[in-house]
Nanobody
Framework: QVQLVESGGGLVQAGDSLRLSCAVA????????IGWFRQAPGKEREFVAAFRWSAGTTYYADSVKGRFTISRDNAKNTVDLQMNSLKPEDTAVYSCAAGQWGTGYRYWGQGTQVTVSS
């Protein structure tokens, strides 16, 4: 079982930055990927970014490329999402998820709200 807890959300203005953290605990055997997703009111959940630590590779949605960076902090056992140049359309509940690459995400956190005002 893997436990995921997100933190770092908040209310910011357009152009500001935020750093989200996904704390990972429990038995991570069988998982090699942490992904960040977001869901805005009335919209489907969408992929934001992923870190596949078995391959050292990162993946981003086109909408966040060049603005968001996903990274792993081994000392803190977190996977962080640095979000720069935030836009109002980035407003959503952001959740992290863990899984095995190619088989989907099995574990999910509760999410953290990010609100970007114009």
């Amino acid at each position: 079982q893997v436990q995921l807890v997100e933190s770092g959300g908040g209310l910011v203005q357009a152009g500001d930055s935020l750093r989200l953290s996904c704390a990972v605990a429990g038995r991570t055997f069988g998982t090699d990927t942490i992904g960040w997703f977001r869901q805005a009111p009335g919209k489907e959940r969408e992929f934001v970014a992923a870190f596949r630590w078995s391959a050292g590779t990162t993946y981003y949605a086109d909408s966040v490329k060049g603005r968001f960076t996903i990274s792993r902090d081994n000392a803190k056992n977190t996977v962080d999402l640095q979000m720069n140049s935030l836009k109002p359309e980035d407003t959503a509940v952001y959740s992290c998820a863990a899984g095995q690459w190619g088989t989907g995400y099995r574990y999910w956190g509760q999410g953290t709200q990010v609100t970007v005002s114009s």
